[in-house]
Protein backbone atom coordinates (compact mmCIF):
# COMPACT_ATOMS: atom_id res chain seq x y z
CA UNK A 1 0.00 0.00 0.00
CA UNK A 2 1.55 3.35 -0.94
CA UNK A 3 1.51 6.21 1.96
CA UNK A 4 -1.23 8.56 1.76
CA UNK A 5 0.08 11.91 0.29
CA UNK A 6 -1.40 15.04 2.23
CA UNK A 7 0.86 16.96 0.28
CA UNK A 8 -0.13 20.19 -2.58
CA UNK A 9 1.00 17.58 -5.60
CA UNK A 10 2.21 15.12 -6.54
CA UNK A 11 -1.20 13.48 -4.61
CA UNK A 12 -2.41 10.34 -4.01
CA UNK A 13 -4.31 9.13 -7.42
CA UNK A 14 -6.91 6.51 -8.01
CA UNK A 15 -6.27 2.64 -9.41
CA UNK A 16 -7.71 3.32 -12.27
CA UNK A 17 -6.11 6.29 -12.81
CA UNK A 18 -2.57 4.59 -12.54
CA UNK A 19 -3.44 1.71 -14.45
CA UNK A 20 -4.43 3.46 -17.19
CA UNK A 21 -0.21 4.39 -17.23
CA UNK A 22 -0.05 0.10 -18.29
CA UNK A 23 0.12 0.76 -21.95
CA UNK A 24 2.44 2.17 -24.68
CA UNK A 25 0.85 4.37 -26.95
CA UNK A 26 1.86 5.73 -30.21
CA UNK A 27 2.47 9.34 -30.61
CA UNK A 28 1.83 9.81 -34.24
CA UNK A 29 -1.25 7.02 -33.91
CA UNK A 30 -4.89 8.23 -34.13
CA UNK A 31 -5.78 6.50 -30.88
CA UNK A 32 -3.28 9.12 -28.80
CA UNK A 33 -4.30 11.90 -31.22
CA UNK A 34 -7.48 11.42 -30.08
CA UNK A 35 -6.95 10.68 -26.74
CA UNK A 36 -5.19 14.33 -26.38
CA UNK A 37 -7.80 16.12 -28.68
CA UNK A 38 -10.27 14.57 -26.04
CA UNK A 39 -8.01 16.13 -23.03
CA UNK A 40 -8.29 19.58 -24.47
CA UNK A 41 -11.91 19.64 -25.26
CA UNK A 42 -12.59 18.95 -21.54
CA UNK A 43 -10.23 21.32 -20.31
CA UNK A 44 -12.30 23.78 -22.33
CA UNK A 45 -15.30 22.58 -20.98
CA UNK A 46 -14.41 23.06 -17.32
CA UNK A 47 -14.16 26.34 -17.60
CA UNK A 48 -16.96 27.12 -19.58
CA UNK A 49 -15.03 28.27 -22.33
CA UNK A 50 -16.43 26.52 -25.82
CA UNK A 51 -15.91 28.81 -29.12
CA UNK A 52 -13.69 31.27 -26.43
CA UNK A 53 -10.63 29.29 -25.36
CA UNK A 54 -7.95 27.29 -26.58
CA UNK A 55 -6.62 24.24 -24.62
CA UNK A 56 -3.07 24.37 -25.08
CA UNK A 57 -0.89 21.53 -22.89
CA UNK A 58 2.51 22.21 -22.21
CA UNK A 59 5.09 19.77 -21.23
CA UNK A 60 7.09 19.46 -17.38
CA UNK A 61 5.62 20.74 -14.13
CA UNK A 62 3.51 23.41 -13.31
CA UNK A 63 6.11 26.31 -13.68
CA UNK A 64 6.37 25.23 -17.03
CA UNK A 65 2.93 25.82 -17.92
CA UNK A 66 3.34 29.31 -15.92
CA UNK A 67 6.68 30.68 -17.62
CA UNK A 68 5.08 29.72 -20.90
CA UNK A 69 2.00 31.33 -20.19
CA UNK A 70 3.74 34.69 -18.75
CA UNK A 71 6.50 34.66 -21.83
CA UNK A 72 4.26 33.90 -24.68
CA UNK A 73 1.47 35.88 -24.37
CA UNK A 74 3.01 39.06 -22.65
CA UNK A 75 5.00 41.39 -24.91
CA UNK A 76 8.41 43.48 -24.74
CA UNK A 77 5.30 46.12 -24.24
CA UNK A 78 3.59 45.08 -21.70
CA UNK A 79 3.22 46.69 -18.51
CA UNK A 80 2.38 43.72 -15.85
CA UNK A 81 1.10 43.96 -11.89
CA UNK A 82 2.08 41.30 -9.98
CA UNK A 83 -0.03 40.47 -7.01
CA UNK A 84 2.11 38.58 -4.23
CA UNK A 85 1.22 36.57 -1.13
CA UNK A 86 3.43 33.74 -1.60
CA UNK A 87 5.77 31.90 -3.06
CA UNK A 88 3.95 31.47 -6.17
CA UNK A 89 3.21 35.32 -6.91
CA UNK A 90 7.02 35.87 -5.77
CA UNK A 91 8.10 32.53 -8.71
CA UNK A 92 5.74 34.69 -11.49
CA UNK A 93 7.93 38.33 -10.47
CA UNK A 94 11.06 35.90 -11.22
CA UNK A 95 9.85 35.02 -14.27
CA UNK A 96 9.14 38.22 -15.56
CA UNK A 97 13.03 39.70 -14.33
CA UNK A 98 14.47 36.72 -16.24
CA UNK A 99 12.01 37.79 -19.00
CA UNK A 100 12.83 41.18 -18.99
CA UNK A 101 9.05 42.23 -18.52
CA UNK A 102 8.37 45.65 -17.30
CA UNK A 103 6.39 45.32 -14.49
CA UNK A 104 5.41 46.32 -10.79
CA UNK A 105 3.94 44.07 -8.20
CA UNK A 106 1.60 44.59 -5.03
CA UNK A 107 2.47 42.39 -2.44
CA UNK A 108 0.52 41.66 0.90
CA UNK A 109 1.65 39.09 3.53
CA UNK A 110 1.29 35.43 3.19
CA UNK A 111 -1.73 35.32 5.43
CA UNK A 112 -3.28 38.67 3.89
CA UNK A 113 -5.37 38.86 0.81
CA UNK A 114 -4.81 42.00 -1.71
CA UNK A 115 -7.19 45.09 -1.03
CA UNK A 116 -8.75 46.05 -4.27
CA UNK A 117 -8.94 49.58 -3.42
CA UNK A 118 -5.30 49.79 -3.59
CA UNK A 119 -5.13 47.38 -7.14
CA UNK A 120 -7.59 49.58 -8.09
CA UNK A 121 -5.35 52.83 -7.03
CA UNK A 122 -2.64 51.04 -8.64
CA UNK A 123 -4.11 50.31 -11.96
CA UNK A 124 -5.00 54.13 -12.22
CA UNK A 125 -1.86 55.38 -11.82
CA UNK A 126 0.00 52.84 -13.89
CA UNK A 127 -0.07 52.07 -17.59
CA UNK A 128 -0.75 48.64 -16.58
CA UNK A 129 -2.09 46.19 -19.91
CA UNK A 130 -1.64 43.00 -17.55
CA UNK A 131 -2.50 41.77 -14.13
CA UNK A 132 -1.09 38.34 -12.99
CA UNK A 133 -2.84 36.73 -10.04
CA UNK A 134 -2.53 33.15 -7.74
CA UNK A 135 -6.21 32.26 -7.66
CA UNK A 136 -5.04 29.31 -3.74
CA UNK A 137 -1.45 30.20 -2.76
CA UNK A 138 -0.40 27.44 -2.01
CA UNK A 139 2.06 28.68 0.19
CA UNK A 140 -0.40 29.13 2.81
CA UNK A 141 -3.45 27.97 1.43
CA UNK A 142 -4.95 31.25 1.15
CA UNK A 143 -7.84 31.57 -1.31
CA UNK A 144 -7.81 34.89 -3.42
CA UNK A 145 -10.55 36.32 -4.13
CA UNK A 146 -10.13 36.34 -8.31
CA UNK A 147 -13.95 37.04 -8.74
CA UNK A 148 -13.37 40.70 -7.25
CA UNK A 149 -10.01 40.53 -9.39
CA UNK A 150 -11.38 39.27 -12.23
CA UNK A 151 -14.35 41.68 -12.17
CA UNK A 152 -11.67 45.05 -11.16
CA UNK A 153 -8.84 44.17 -14.12
CA UNK A 154 -12.67 44.12 -16.32
CA UNK A 155 -14.00 47.60 -15.15
CA UNK A 156 -10.34 48.59 -16.39
CA UNK A 157 -10.26 46.76 -19.46
CA UNK A 158 -6.66 44.93 -18.35
CA UNK A 159 -5.56 41.93 -19.21
CA UNK A 160 -5.86 38.86 -16.59
CA UNK A 161 -3.88 35.90 -16.39
CA UNK A 162 -4.22 33.15 -13.26
CA UNK A 163 -1.75 31.05 -11.48
CA UNK A 164 -4.96 28.54 -10.70
CA UNK A 165 -2.48 25.46 -10.17
CA UNK A 166 -4.10 23.92 -7.02
CA UNK A 167 -7.13 25.11 -7.23
CA UNK A 168 -8.25 24.18 -11.16
CA UNK A 169 -10.87 21.78 -11.17
CA UNK A 170 -11.82 21.98 -7.50
CA UNK A 171 -12.56 26.37 -7.22
CA UNK A 172 -14.75 27.69 -9.52
CA UNK A 173 -13.63 29.09 -12.57
CA UNK A 174 -16.03 29.62 -14.85
CA UNK A 175 -15.55 32.28 -18.46
CA UNK A 176 -19.35 33.07 -18.44
CA UNK A 177 -18.88 34.38 -14.72
CA UNK A 178 -15.95 35.99 -14.67
CA UNK A 179 -13.16 37.71 -17.43
CA UNK A 180 -9.81 36.46 -17.85
CA UNK A 181 -7.77 36.04 -20.80
CA UNK A 182 -5.60 33.31 -19.28
CA UNK A 183 -5.29 30.58 -16.57
CA UNK A 184 -2.49 27.88 -15.98
CA UNK A 185 -2.75 24.76 -14.45
CA UNK A 186 -1.20 21.25 -14.18
CA UNK A 187 -2.60 17.33 -14.62
CA UNK A 188 -1.09 16.56 -10.65
CA UNK A 189 -3.33 18.74 -8.44
CA UNK A 190 -6.78 18.90 -8.04
CA UNK A 191 -7.84 16.96 -11.26
CA UNK A 192 -5.92 14.60 -10.14
CA UNK A 193 -3.62 13.12 -12.41
CA UNK A 194 0.21 12.05 -12.25
CA UNK A 195 2.90 14.86 -12.65
CA UNK A 196 4.31 16.02 -16.22
CA UNK A 197 1.87 18.27 -17.51
CA UNK A 198 0.18 21.54 -17.68
CA UNK A 199 -1.77 23.47 -19.64
CA UNK A 200 -2.71 27.19 -20.43
CA UNK A 201 -6.50 28.00 -21.39
CA UNK A 202 -6.19 31.01 -23.47
CA UNK A 203 -8.69 33.54 -25.63
CA UNK A 204 -8.88 32.64 -28.86
CA UNK A 205 -7.64 36.50 -30.24
CA UNK A 206 -4.72 36.42 -27.27
CA UNK A 207 -3.26 33.27 -28.76
CA UNK A 208 -3.86 34.20 -32.52
CA UNK A 209 -1.65 37.52 -31.55
CA UNK A 210 1.17 35.93 -29.20
CA UNK A 211 3.01 34.93 -32.23
CA UNK A 212 6.95 36.33 -31.37
CA UNK A 213 6.83 36.67 -27.94
CA UNK A 214 8.47 34.18 -26.57
CA UNK A 215 12.11 33.85 -25.79
CA UNK A 216 12.38 30.13 -25.72
CA UNK A 217 11.05 27.90 -28.64
CA UNK A 218 10.38 25.04 -26.03
CA UNK A 219 8.00 26.84 -24.17
CA UNK A 220 6.28 28.93 -26.95
CA UNK A 221 2.78 28.61 -26.37
CA UNK A 222 2.54 30.08 -29.17
CA UNK A 223 4.42 27.16 -31.36
CA UNK A 224 2.98 24.23 -29.45
CA UNK A 225 -1.04 25.62 -30.35
CA UNK A 226 -0.32 26.55 -34.31
CA UNK A 227 1.57 23.41 -34.40
CA UNK A 228 -1.38 21.09 -32.20
CA UNK A 229 -3.98 22.78 -34.36
CA UNK A 230 -2.15 21.50 -37.75
CA UNK A 231 -2.34 18.29 -37.21
CA UNK A 232 -3.96 17.39 -33.54
CA UNK A 233 -0.02 16.22 -32.61
CA UNK A 234 2.47 17.57 -30.13
CA UNK A 235 5.64 19.35 -31.87
CA UNK A 236 8.33 17.23 -29.61
CA UNK A 237 7.81 14.30 -27.48
CA UNK A 238 4.54 14.14 -25.50
CA UNK A 239 4.33 12.97 -22.58
CA UNK A 240 2.23 9.78 -23.38
CA UNK A 241 1.53 8.01 -20.42
CA UNK A 242 1.18 11.00 -18.37
CA UNK A 243 -1.31 11.75 -20.37
CA UNK A 244 -2.93 8.57 -20.61
CA UNK A 245 -3.39 8.72 -16.96
CA UNK A 246 -4.71 12.63 -17.15
CA UNK A 247 -7.39 11.67 -19.56
CA UNK A 248 -8.74 8.75 -17.00
CA UNK A 249 -8.43 11.37 -14.24
CA UNK A 250 -10.92 13.73 -16.37
CA UNK A 251 -13.35 11.27 -16.82
CA UNK A 252 -13.31 10.14 -12.75
CA UNK A 253 -13.38 14.13 -12.35
CA UNK A 254 -16.99 14.26 -14.36
CA UNK A 255 -18.05 11.20 -12.71
CA UNK A 256 -17.89 12.61 -9.29
CA UNK A 257 -19.44 15.49 -9.94
CA UNK A 258 -17.25 18.26 -11.83
CA UNK A 259 -15.80 20.80 -10.30
CA UNK A 260 -18.72 21.29 -7.34
CA UNK A 261 -18.48 17.29 -7.03
CA UNK A 262 -14.78 17.55 -6.07
CA UNK A 263 -15.15 20.92 -4.24
CA UNK A 264 -17.29 19.51 -1.69
CA UNK A 265 -15.18 16.24 -0.88
CA UNK A 266 -12.13 18.46 -0.06
CA UNK A 267 -14.52 20.69 1.56
CA UNK A 268 -15.43 17.92 3.87
CA UNK A 269 -11.50 16.81 3.75
CA UNK A 270 -10.68 20.21 4.95
CA UNK A 271 -13.18 20.71 7.49
CA UNK A 272 -12.51 17.69 9.30
CA UNK A 273 -8.78 18.06 9.33
CA UNK A 274 -9.19 21.50 10.64
CA UNK A 275 -11.30 20.60 13.50
CA UNK A 276 -9.23 17.27 14.75
CA UNK A 277 -5.87 19.26 14.36
CA UNK A 278 -8.09 22.30 16.60
CA UNK A 279 -9.28 19.65 18.98
CA UNK A 280 -5.37 18.11 19.44
CA UNK A 281 -4.53 21.61 20.33
CA UNK A 282 -2.68 23.06 16.97
CA UNK A 283 -3.43 26.52 15.46
CA UNK A 284 -4.60 27.09 11.97
CA UNK A 285 -2.39 30.26 10.44
CA UNK A 286 -5.45 31.20 8.27
CA UNK A 287 -9.55 32.27 9.29
CA UNK A 288 -12.19 29.86 8.07
CA UNK A 289 -13.07 32.76 5.35
CA UNK A 290 -9.50 32.91 4.10
CA UNK A 291 -8.73 29.31 4.10
CA UNK A 292 -9.05 27.57 0.86
CA UNK A 293 -10.35 23.81 0.94
CA UNK A 294 -6.52 22.87 -0.71
CA UNK A 295 -3.82 22.69 1.98
CA UNK A 296 -4.22 23.70 5.73
CA UNK A 297 -1.21 25.08 6.80
CA UNK A 298 -0.41 24.79 11.62
CA UNK A 299 1.67 26.94 13.06
CA UNK A 300 4.17 24.65 15.34
CA UNK A 301 3.82 24.27 18.65
CA UNK A 302 5.77 26.52 21.36
CA UNK A 303 7.04 23.04 22.75
CA UNK A 304 10.74 23.77 22.43
CA UNK A 305 11.02 20.08 21.63
CA UNK A 306 8.92 19.91 18.84
CA UNK A 307 10.85 19.23 16.09
CA UNK A 308 9.34 19.03 12.24
CA UNK A 309 11.85 15.67 11.30
CA UNK A 310 10.89 13.48 13.97
CA UNK A 311 7.07 14.66 13.80
CA UNK A 312 6.97 13.87 9.80
CA UNK A 313 9.22 10.85 10.12
CA UNK A 314 6.74 9.14 12.76
CA UNK A 315 4.01 10.28 10.46
CA UNK A 316 5.09 8.36 7.99
CA UNK A 317 6.04 5.46 9.62
CA UNK A 318 2.30 5.34 9.62
CA UNK A 319 2.00 5.87 6.54
CA UNK A 320 0.89 9.22 6.29
CA UNK A 321 2.95 12.49 4.51
CA UNK A 322 2.32 15.77 5.46
CA UNK A 323 4.73 18.85 4.56
CA UNK A 324 6.68 21.43 5.23
CA UNK A 325 6.11 25.15 5.98
CA UNK A 326 6.95 27.44 3.46
CA UNK A 327 5.94 30.83 4.96
CA UNK A 328 9.09 33.01 5.58
CA UNK A 329 7.59 34.76 8.63
CA UNK A 330 6.71 31.60 11.44
CA UNK A 331 7.14 27.95 11.80
CA UNK A 332 4.56 26.07 10.85
CA UNK A 333 3.60 22.61 8.34
CA UNK A 334 1.21 21.96 6.00
CA UNK A 335 -1.48 19.14 5.83
CA UNK A 336 -3.19 19.05 2.46
CA UNK A 337 -6.84 17.90 2.00
CA UNK A 338 -7.02 17.08 -2.05
CA UNK A 339 -6.44 13.99 -4.00
CA UNK A 340 -7.73 10.95 -4.12
CA UNK A 341 -8.70 10.43 -0.56
CA UNK A 342 -12.16 10.50 1.17
CA UNK A 343 -12.91 11.64 5.08
CA UNK A 344 -12.24 8.56 6.34
CA UNK A 345 -8.56 9.01 5.25
CA UNK A 346 -9.18 12.34 7.74
CA UNK A 347 -9.94 10.63 10.14
CA UNK A 348 -7.71 8.38 10.19
CA UNK A 349 -4.46 11.23 9.58
CA UNK A 350 -5.85 12.84 13.02
CA UNK A 351 -5.72 9.91 14.45
CA UNK A 352 -2.22 9.40 13.62
CA UNK A 353 -1.44 12.32 14.55
CA UNK A 354 -2.78 12.04 18.00
CA UNK A 355 -0.96 8.64 18.35
CA UNK A 356 2.44 10.45 17.01
CA UNK A 357 1.53 13.38 20.02
CA UNK A 358 1.76 10.77 22.59
CA UNK A 359 4.64 8.74 21.39
CA UNK A 360 6.35 11.89 21.07
CA UNK A 361 5.29 13.00 24.54
CA UNK A 362 4.45 16.62 23.11
CA UNK A 363 2.72 19.51 24.86
CA UNK A 364 1.31 21.19 21.98
CA UNK A 365 -0.54 24.29 24.00
C1 LIG B 1 -0.12 28.04 -7.14
C2 LIG B 1 1.03 27.27 -7.71
N1 LIG B 1 1.66 27.75 -8.79
C3 LIG B 1 2.69 27.11 -9.36
C4 LIG B 1 3.15 25.92 -8.84
C5 LIG B 1 4.32 25.26 -9.47
O1 LIG B 1 4.05 23.98 -9.90
P1 LIG B 1 5.22 22.90 -10.01
O2 LIG B 1 5.80 22.70 -8.65
O3 LIG B 1 4.47 21.71 -10.54
O4 LIG B 1 6.21 23.43 -10.97
C6 LIG B 1 2.53 25.36 -7.71
C7 LIG B 1 3.00 24.10 -7.11
O5 LIG B 1 2.58 23.68 -6.06
C8 LIG B 1 1.45 26.06 -7.14
O6 LIG B 1 0.82 25.56 -6.06
Known amino acids: MDKKLLTPGPLTTSMTTKEAM ?3 WGSRDKKFIDL ?8 VKLIDGEDNYQCVPMQGSGTFAVESMVSSLTSKDSKILILINGAYGQRMKKMCTYLNRDFIEYEVAEHEVHELSKIEELIDTNDLTH ?6 ETTSGILNPIEEI ?34 AASSNKCLEGVPGVGF ?15 HSLSLDLYDQWQAMEKNKQWRFTPPTHVLAAFNQAIKEHEKEGGVQGRHARYKKNCEI ?14 PDNLQAPIIITFKQPNDSSFNFDKFYNALSEKDFLIYPGKLTVAETFRIGCIGNLNENDMHDTIGAVKEVIQELALEIN
Do not use: W
Open 36 to 43: NSSIRESL
Open 22 to 24: LHD
Open 273 to 286: ICAGMKELGFEQLL
Open 200 to 214: ILVKNDVIQNAKGNS
Open 150 to 183: ADLAESKKISLFIDAMSAFGALPLSAKKITFDAV
Open 131 to 136: IFAVYC
